[in-house]
């Protein structure tokens, strides 16, 4: 008496070999050429987004020269908090 996992391989086995031995033009297309898969467009950064990502930057640029163990995420999130970030918004007529 075989178990299910046994009767899946063997059918999946069987059903490889068969596909192997047909030429290339007939065998069926992987499923990544099947899948149309639609391109989004990037929507630019506008405010206080765009703001953050600037004043970001050149303090990720410098904490990664170090052997610093902050991500991205940790330095961005400090930046927001900071006071100058704030005074920056305010200076743009951010709400």
Known sequence: MSS????????GYARAMMLYQLQPSDRPKPMETLIHTKVKRKKPQKGKAKLLTNM?????????????????????????????YKRACKRKGFK
């Open 4 to 11: 299910e996992y046994e009767r899946g391989f063997e059918a």
């Open 56 to 84: 970001t930057a050149p303090k990720w640029k410098k904490y990664k020269k170090g052997s610093g163990k902050k991500t991205y995420v940790q330095i961005r999130a400090q930046v927001s908090r900071s006071q100058d």
